[in-house]
């Protein structure tokens, strides 16, 4: 029973980095495409929903939401909070889950740069005892 257990956490980390990269590269991807059009690449970023910039959002996507709200939420779920402009995961699997201050929920801030936004864990988060980002 226990192996099945780990095995579900493995996968549940897998969907998670899965959606992380995708909207890493939904970053990328806006980025090229203001960069086409002539907009001024040199300007910082306007950081909206990162979520909107997917060709279709992952069906375990609830919407905008502040931390006291998605802590209430269905665990295996994201959020966007656009206060903080974090994308938030609440762990279906929370007995993998470890994060320094307690939190029950993995959060990751988009932030300007150069470039390409950047997605970015607030804290350093384990998976499974491995840092999660």
Known sequence: FRSVRVVQAQAELATIQ???GALRTAFVIDHLHQSIANVNSAAAPRITNPFDLLQRRPANYLGEMNPTQARDAVPGNWVFDPDC???????????WFEAPDGDTLA????????????????????WQGNPLN
Do not use: E, M, N
Not at 85 to 95: A, F, I
């Open 18 to 20: 899965s959606t992380l």
């Open 107 to 126: 959060w990751f801030r988009i932030t300007g740069a150069p470039g390409p936004l950047q997605i970015t864990a607030k804290q350093r988060y384990l």
């Open 85 to 95: 402009v974090c994308v938030g995961y609440l762990p279906l699997h929370d007995q």
